[in-house]
């Protein structure tokens, strides 16, 4: 017989996943999305990238990264960390081919409007690009700049 689970601990958190439909991930259907109220009238609508904008990110600026090797679980889809800047534009641009050939994702650190993002985007729309802000990546692989490329066995520029 199974004894019930027992609560450990229950920090009052709500669950992430309809934030998630915004940046299109987990597959989360656009009805179980997070609802927003919108301030001039009471109708709700599902959150949208837009909303996420401006992402700041506050550890990361456009700099030089030393390479470095990466021991990430292997099958980790590769993802790039760029912003909407001239030098991100640049490095995206010279990298291109690479980044379609690796699958790599993306992840746009520093984008204040929907037009700067479309912008990018269409100096790139073979590559999925996603507006993320990257404090907790760049705290994570002891970042402070971008552009740089993550694959499961290397970081760089």
Do not use: C, K
């Amino acid at each position: 017989m199974n004894s019930p689970l027992t609560v450990v601990a229950d920090e009052g958190g709500q669950p992430a996943q309809p934030y998630y439909v915004a940046i299109g991930a987990a597959q989360v259907d656009e009805e179980d999305g997070f609802v927003v109220a919108t301030p001039d009238n009471a109708l709700n609508r599902a959150a949208t990238e837009a909303d996420m904008l401006p992402v700041v990110s506050e550890r990361l600026s456009v700099g030089p990264v030393t390479p470095s090797a990466l021991s990430l679980p292997p099958g980790t889809t590769p993802f790039f960390l760029i912003g909407t800047d001239p030098d991100s534009v640049r490095w995206l641009a010279l990298r291109r081919e690479r980044l379609v050939e690796l699958r790599a994702v993306g992840m746009v650190v520093n984008v204040a409007t929907a037009e700067d993002l479309a912008a990018l985007r269409e100096q790139a729309p073979d590559l999925e690009l996603r507006p993320i802000p990257g404090d907790d990546l760049a705290e994570r692989f002891d970042l402070d700049h971008y552009p740089v490329l993550i694959t499961p066995t290397r970081l760089e520029q």
